[in-house]
């Protein structure tokens, strides 16, 4: 069965299916029927809209939920800028910018920290665009040993696609909960509120921030009607709310313009009791992906791995796609059947979630590790991959099996 043996349980319950309109209420009778603001909603309840495209977006492309909550997000004191210090987020000092470089860069395993919560573990390290003007992407790891308090966090900036590489997240968002796991993905739109504790210790993986837009299922165009990621083995959360009895004072963090700023409130801010539309987080198993490849020669474009897209205005170039580089079978005749050397448009940064990757097979790229190939700059298999691909036996090989790599294109 094409699904990850996970080794920590999940106990929540979800809702299947990609890009659906979805509707579900933790307590029965809390969605009004028919309409979306009735002059009094059940229970006493507020109902707020939660807005991820601009009102007049095409219907097809139109992202928002409506919230049926104890009290409105609204409800809170003045956002107060914290101490650029205690956060890694910035781009506003002479040692935190991005550095626009042609070289092939490396990083080691990058280490676990067990002294911050996820707030202050997000550490920027590569991008291009600007947050301000919803262009481009952001690359983040992230490394945490600490549960998140009585607060909550969200990015104002864009959507967060995060690939754990170690621990398990358990994330309870304002429109569910999810937990997340080495071998699962987990995209939070912009703006949605969330806290993060960690069930199973320390955790660290990559995200991959889409400033513009949202992200998709790739198109499939001649290979049909199914198969890479299938829109139905998509998760998304079902409503749950905290059910406070007095007031208690939490914080609230915002990622705006990659600064970090909070305020207080005297409520839980995870008080939605029901819920519908089709702007929500959702989780995907990268065990589900059906693999596409050549059966006959050569290699195509690694685009047939393309789990999701965050499109540009411009059609077939994207602002991000996230690529995996899944266990497969390689079966070509009379191919170099590692990925070509390469020189790319794109920019492309790779991580590894677990094991080896083929066309690196030289040790130096490894779990928890990341490469950068910027636009135009070359790369390609290292040389024991090149030396063991050009004399191996064209044989049926299965590799990839106990791996998993990926690429953040741009």
Not at 34 to 47: D, I
Not at 168 to 176: A, H, K, P, S
Not at 197 to 208: D, F, M, N, Q
Request: hydrophobic share 35%.
């Amino acid at each position: 069965m094409p699904v990850t043996k996970f080794s920590h349980p999940d106990p929540y319950s979800y809702q299947t299916g990609f890009d659906s309109y979805h509707e579900t209420e933790a307590v029965e009778g809390a969605l009004p029927v028919g309409q979306n603001s009735p002059q009094k909603a059940p229970y006493g309840l507020y109902a707020e809209k939660l807005s991820g495209t601009a009102f007049t977006a095409p219907r097809h492309e139109n992202r928002q939920t409506w919230v049926y909550r104890i009290l409105p997000a609204a409800a809170h004191q003045n956002f107060i800028a914290e101490e650029e210090d205690s956060y890694h987020t910035r781009m506003t000092t002479e040692t935190h910018q991005l550095h626009h470089i042609p070289n092939q860069l490396r990083w080691d395993p990058f280490d676990l920290d067990e002294t911050v919560d996820w707030v202050h573990g997000l550490h920027l390290v590569a991008g291009a665009g600007d947050p301000t003007l919803k262009s481009g992407l952001g690359i983040i790891l992230y490394a945490a040993g600490k549960d998140m308090g009585k607060e909550a966090f969200y990015s104002a900036d864009g959507d967060f696609l995060i690939v754990p590489q170690h621990g398990v997240l358990d994330i309870q968002t304002e429109l569910g909960r999810l937990v997340v796991r080495p071998n699962e993905i987990c995209v939070i739109p912009r703006g949605v509120r969330y806290r993060v504790t960690l069930p199973a210790g320390p955790v660290r993986g990559y995200i991959c921030e889409l400033y513009q837009g949202h992200y998709q299922l790739p198109e499939l165009g001649p290979i049909g009607s199914n198969c890479l990621a299938n829109a139905r083995d998509f998760q998304a959360p079902v409503a749950a709310f905290d059910d406070e009895e007095e007031p208690s004072e939490y914080r609230l963090y915002s990622k705006f313009a990659n600064k970090l700023y909070s305020a207080q409130q005297q409520h839980t801010p995870f008080d939605i009791v029901a819920w519908h539309g089709n702007y929500y987080p959702y989780k995907y198993d990268l065990g589900r992906f059906n693999t596409i490849g050549s059966i006959s020669f050569d290699h195509p474009d690694p685009s047939i791995f393309t789990v999701l897209t965050g499109p540009s205005d411009h059609a077939g170039t994207a602002i991000a796609d996230f690529v995996i580089f899944p266990p497969r079978w390689l079966v070509q005749e009379n191919t170099f059947r590692p990925p070509w050397y390469h020189r790319n448009t794109m920019s492309e940064f790779m991580g590894l979630i677990t094991g080896n990757y083929d066309a690196k097979t030289g040790g130096g790229f490894q779990p928890a590790g990341a490469s950068l190939h910027n636009v135009m700059s070359a790369h390609g298999p290292d040389a024991d991959a090149f030396e063991g691909a050009s004399n191996a036996e064209l044989k049926p090989t299965k590799v990839g099996d106990g791996s998993m790599a990926f690429m953040f294109e741009r």
